[in-house]
């Protein structure tokens, strides 16, 4: 039983491909869309290589005057570790991300303590696939992310999908690219 003052959840801020709907409630059981918010001076990026998409893969990036737009959920610990899994992320640090904590804040000015996922190591930038793009658009559309933000994302110079993206991860598999996220309809 939790004491008095205690949380029993995070706060975490999704900017890239957990803001499909899809995604986020076959990876955790119980996700709540809190709030759509941004990060001042930063922007979304890829490095690297995804193992499960092709292309380079989703972090943050410095970026003076520039908005990283996301969606803030409210997590039990369980379903935050069983996303921490999906990304990788480990307690010795030797992970594919980390935690990182910061502050977004919603359009009506209300801040939020949030911990991000930022990728240990960036390695080379290189363009998404055009299919991790497409699912991270959807994302965004479903949740009303502004639609300024919405072109930005859209004019990512990205690389045909390899068939069968994306791969190792049964729960991507799942997810339909292209189509609606639940929450739409």
Known sequence: MLAFGEKSHHLYFVYGADMNS???ALRCYNPMAVAVARLPNYRIGFYGQSSKWGGGEETFVEASGEDLWGVVYRLSFYDGERLDRCHDVRLDGNGAYFLWPSEVTDGEGTSYPVLLYKRAL????????????AHIVSGAICNGLPADYVEQLRAIPTIPSEAGMPLNDPVQREISFGAACGSCG
């Open 22 to 24: 899809t995604q986020i």
């Open 122 to 133: 960036l390695g080379i930038q290189e363009p998404p696939t055009d299919a991790y793009l």
